[in-house]
């Protein structure tokens, strides 16, 4: 089992800046990437952005390039998000997800992102 803990949501105005972070716990020596994905209001879950937990592979959303930065602190079981350049259409609840060797997947209760303009 995983546990994930996110934090560092809220209101950001337009422009601004926010950074997600996620902690895991518990059979975390097994990680094989985490990543944040969203999921906004009448819409289905998307990716935002993904790593592996040694850090060397990273992937984001084509919405989310050049603005978003994901990175990990593998020795803390930290993986964070930072969250630059904000929209209004990245209002959305964040979640944070880990995938362990051998496919089991695991989820956060989410964070609220809420961009206004």
């Known amino acids: 089992q995983v546990q994930l803990e996110e934090s560092g949501g809220g209101l950001v105005q337009a422009g601004g800046s926010l950074r997600l972070s996620c902690t895991a716990s518990?059979?975390?020596?097994?990680?094989?990437?985490m990543g944040w994905f969203r999921q906004a209001p009448g819409k289905e879950r998307e990716l935002v952005a993904r790593i592996t937990w040694t850090g060397d592979h990273k992937n984001y959303a084509d919405s989310v390039k050049g603005r978003f930065t994901i990175s990990i602190n593998s020795a803390q079981d930290t993986v964070y998000l930072q969250l630059n350049s904000l929209m209004p259409e990245d209002t959305a609840v964040y979640y944070c997800?880990?995938?362990?060797?051998?496919?089991?997947?695991?989820w956060g209760q989410g964070t609220q992102v809420t961009v206004s303009s």
């Open positions: 997800n880990s995938v362990l060797y051998g496919g089991d997947e695991y």
């Open positions: 518990g059979r975390t020596f097994t990680t094989y990437k």
